[in-house]
T-cell receptor, first 114, second 112 residues
Framework: DGGITQSPKYLFRKEGQNVTLSCEQN?????MYWYRQDPGQGLRLIYYSQIVNDFQKGDIAEGYSVSREKKESFPLTVTSAQKNPTAFYLC?????????????FGDGTRLSIL | DQQVKQNSPSLSVQEGRISILNCDYT??????FLWYKKYPAEGPTFLIS?????DKNEDGRFTVFLNKSAKHLSLHIVPSQPGDSAVYFCFAGGTSYGKLTFGQGTILTVHP
């Protein structure tokens, strides 16, 4: 059964620590995305990658980093430079992107900074 | 600068009636629009799309209308069902423009 797996579902970290959120897809999609959801603000694009070893900043990339070493994996690191990291993070993918193909989403990771 | 806006945070509708969700955009470079539905603690799922060469697209109970001159799109759900209760996001993209933008979302509640 193909899909996108985000792990863990809930993540707690102390302030000042870097944390990495996992995103794996077995849909053979080229493009992958990371979004952040905050109450009343919808989904905001953090980073996206259209192909392995290449990625671009989205609207709110500051304080985040990504890598795309494999087609199926697109981990997101929330660094200590991110001022307000507590949020719901969503990973998505589509066959060719970012143009007009619907994105498939994982079920998200809720990150809480203690 | 919010280029895609859903000005109604919430909408409440009786079962069997029509639900109309609205979305406004400011950038004429957007030429592809999608609606997603999201339940709590889950990722959004694709619902229906429309490109700028059309003004209407229909899929079962769901119809999306696009008014390019007004830079406005709407999603109609007829008849509404309690299972439609969710958050609905509109999404805009451009084939020659790298921006991907979601609206803020509208919480739809359908009462039995």
């Amino acid at each position: 059964d193909g899909g996108i797996t985000q792990s863990p579902k809930y993540l707690f970290r102390k302030e000042g620590q870097n944390v990495t959120l996992s995103c794996e897809q077995n849909l053979n999609h080229d493009a992958m995305y990371w979004y952040r959801q905050d109450p009343g603000q919808g989904l905001r694009l953090i980073y996206y990658s259209q192909i392995v070893n290449d990625f671009q900043k989205g609207d709110i990339a500051e304080g985040y980093s990504v890598s795309r070493e494999k087609k199926e994996s697109f981990p997101l690191t929330v660094t200590s430079a991110q001022k307000n990291p507590t949020a719901f993070y969503l990973c998505a993918s589509n066959p060719t992107g970012p143009l007009n193909q619907p994105q498939h989403f994982g079920d998200g990771t809720r990150l809480s900074i203690l | 600068d919010q280029q895609v806006k859903q000005n109604s945070p919430s909408l409440s509708v009786q079962e069997g009636r029509i639900s109309i969700l609205n979305c406004d955009y400011t950038n004429s470079m957007f030429d592809y629009f999608l609606w997603y539905k999201k339940y709590p603690a889950e990722g959004p799922t694709f619902l229906i799309s429309i490109s700028s060469i059309k003004d209407k697209n229909e899929d079962g109970r769901f119809t999306v209308f696009l008014n390019k001159s007004a830079k406005h799109l709407s999603l109609h759900i007829v008849p509404s069902q309690p299972g439609d209760s969710a958050v609905y996001f509109c999404f805009a993209g451009g084939t020659s423009y790298g921006k991907l933008t979601f609206g803020q979302g509208t919480i739809l509640t359908v009462h039995p």
